[in-house]
Protein backbone atom coordinates (compact mmCIF):
# COMPACT_ATOMS: atom_id res chain seq x y z
CA UNK A 1 0.00 0.00 0.00
CA UNK A 2 1.11 3.70 -0.57
CA UNK A 3 1.02 4.46 3.02
CA UNK A 4 3.04 2.04 3.75
CA UNK A 5 6.04 2.64 0.95
CA UNK A 6 5.84 6.44 2.40
CA UNK A 7 6.08 4.94 6.29
CA UNK A 8 2.68 6.97 7.41
CA UNK A 9 1.09 4.79 9.86
CA UNK A 10 -0.44 7.56 12.81
CA UNK A 11 -2.01 10.61 12.18
CA UNK A 12 0.89 12.62 13.05
CA UNK A 13 3.13 11.04 10.40
CA UNK A 14 0.59 11.90 7.80
CA UNK A 15 0.30 15.10 8.85
CA UNK A 16 3.91 15.87 8.63
CA UNK A 17 3.96 13.80 5.30
CA UNK A 18 1.39 16.23 4.00
CA UNK A 19 3.14 19.54 5.41
CA UNK A 20 6.36 18.26 3.52
CA UNK A 21 4.41 18.66 0.47
CA UNK A 22 2.84 21.62 0.70
CA UNK A 23 4.07 24.63 -1.07
CA UNK A 24 5.74 27.57 0.62
CA UNK A 25 3.61 30.78 1.65
CA UNK A 26 3.45 33.73 -0.49
CA UNK A 27 2.13 35.87 2.61
CA UNK A 28 3.31 34.97 6.65
CA UNK A 29 1.44 35.70 9.15
CA UNK A 30 2.25 37.54 12.17
CA UNK A 31 2.09 34.13 14.06
CA UNK A 32 4.76 31.39 13.36
CA UNK A 33 2.69 28.05 13.12
CA UNK A 34 4.22 25.05 12.94
CA UNK A 35 4.32 23.11 9.34
CA UNK A 36 2.16 20.39 11.35
CA UNK A 37 -0.61 22.88 12.42
CA UNK A 38 -0.30 24.53 8.63
CA UNK A 39 -1.40 21.21 7.52
CA UNK A 40 -3.85 20.50 10.00
CA UNK A 41 -5.30 23.86 9.12
CA UNK A 42 -5.63 22.97 5.55
CA UNK A 43 -7.01 19.85 6.45
CA UNK A 44 -9.74 21.53 8.44
CA UNK A 45 -10.58 24.87 6.16
CA UNK A 46 -9.57 24.32 2.52
CA UNK A 47 -10.06 20.28 1.90
CA UNK A 48 -14.28 19.99 1.58
CA UNK A 49 -14.37 23.09 3.43
CA UNK A 50 -18.02 22.77 3.45
CA UNK A 51 -18.21 19.73 5.79
CA UNK A 52 -17.90 20.79 9.40
CA UNK A 53 -14.80 19.36 11.57
CA UNK A 54 -14.89 19.86 15.28
CA UNK A 55 -11.62 19.67 17.76
CA UNK A 56 -9.98 18.36 14.86
CA UNK A 57 -12.50 15.04 14.50
CA UNK A 58 -12.05 14.54 10.84
CA UNK A 59 -14.40 11.57 10.54
CA UNK A 60 -17.53 13.50 8.97
CA UNK A 61 -14.88 14.23 6.11
CA UNK A 62 -13.39 11.03 5.99
CA UNK A 63 -17.20 9.87 5.54
CA UNK A 64 -18.24 12.40 2.89
CA UNK A 65 -14.88 11.65 0.95
CA UNK A 66 -15.52 7.36 1.04
CA UNK A 67 -19.22 8.43 0.05
CA UNK A 68 -17.90 10.26 -3.05
CA UNK A 69 -15.17 7.78 -4.25
CA UNK A 70 -18.20 4.82 -4.05
CA UNK A 71 -19.91 7.15 -6.12
CA UNK A 72 -17.24 7.39 -8.62
CA UNK A 73 -16.53 3.80 -8.21
CA UNK A 74 -20.39 2.79 -8.84
CA UNK A 75 -20.46 5.11 -11.85
CA UNK A 76 -17.39 3.71 -13.39
CA UNK A 77 -19.11 0.20 -13.28
CA UNK A 78 -22.75 1.51 -14.20
CA UNK A 79 -22.89 4.41 -16.53
CA UNK A 80 -26.63 4.78 -14.97
CA UNK A 81 -25.69 5.82 -11.78
CA UNK A 82 -24.08 9.33 -13.33
CA UNK A 83 -26.11 11.86 -12.89
CA UNK A 84 -26.34 15.29 -14.87
CA UNK A 85 -26.11 18.57 -12.43
CA UNK A 86 -26.54 20.70 -15.26
CA UNK A 87 -29.36 19.10 -16.36
CA UNK A 88 -30.73 19.76 -12.73
CA UNK A 89 -30.41 22.98 -12.94
CA UNK A 90 -31.77 23.63 -15.70
CA UNK A 91 -35.17 22.00 -15.06
CA UNK A 92 -35.17 23.98 -11.62
CA UNK A 93 -34.73 27.21 -13.60
CA UNK A 94 -37.38 26.15 -15.98
CA UNK A 95 -39.55 25.43 -13.21
CA UNK A 96 -39.08 28.19 -10.99
CA UNK A 97 -40.01 30.54 -14.24
CA UNK A 98 -43.04 28.96 -14.65
CA UNK A 99 -44.03 30.30 -10.87
CA UNK A 100 -42.68 34.27 -11.87
Known amino acids: MFFQKAGVFTPTQAL ?3 SERLKVKKFYSAV ?10 ILTNTVLAHVPVEDFNFKMKAVFLALMIR ?3 EAQNDHTMVDDRQE ?13
Open 88 to 100: FFVLYIYHMSLYF
Open 32 to 41: KKSPIDDARD
Open 71 to 73: RVI
Open 16 to 18: RYI
